[in-house]
């Protein structure tokens, strides 16, 4: 898989994750304290899930589709940081349950992108960051990638 391009969704996978992918170390379930400290207390991580390729291949098909929900999915704009999520410079990568995505939002670096997750905060939907890099992200959690 490393050697060659992995494009999903039209964005080149870094290579981090493509590594991570190649050794095995980006599995799911995902559920330690590493991954508990990057969000708000009392956040849900316990069903964490980070996809495997052909999940993120099947989600990010459906993330094009998302242009046609409703625009609360696709966040608030000025309700945090970023807000809000481009489907078309975005990848999923893992949930944190039904509803509650986490992707890599290409905006800032098409190379090191950042990693967002979809919440629900004051009723409204918003896309808040996690790790201002991918490569951060897989430190943060101790994936050996």
């Known amino acids: ?76 704009p000025g309700a945090g940081e970023p807000g809000t999520l481009d489907p078309a410079r975005a990848v999923i990568i893992g949930d944190l349950g039904p509803d509650c995505p986490i992707a890599l939002d290409y905006r800032n670096s098409p190379e090191s992108p950042g990693v967002v997750y979809f919440a629900v905060r004051d009723w409204h939907g918003v896309w808040q960051r996690i790790a201002d890099c991918i490569e951060d992200f897989v430190s943060l959690l101790g994936i050996h990638a």
């Open 1 to 76: 898989m490393s050697t060659n391009t992995i494009l999903i969704n039209g964005q080149v996978l870094p290579a981090v994750l493509v590594r991570a992918l190649d050794e095995g170390w980006w599995a799911f379930p995902l559920c330690n304290d590493a991954l508990a400290s990057m969000f708000p207390p009392h956040t849900d991580t316990s069903a964490a899930m980070l996809y495997s390729l052909e999940i993120m291949q099947r989600e990010n098909h459906n993330l094009v589709k998302s242009l046609s929900r409703p625009p609360d999915f696709l966040g608030t």
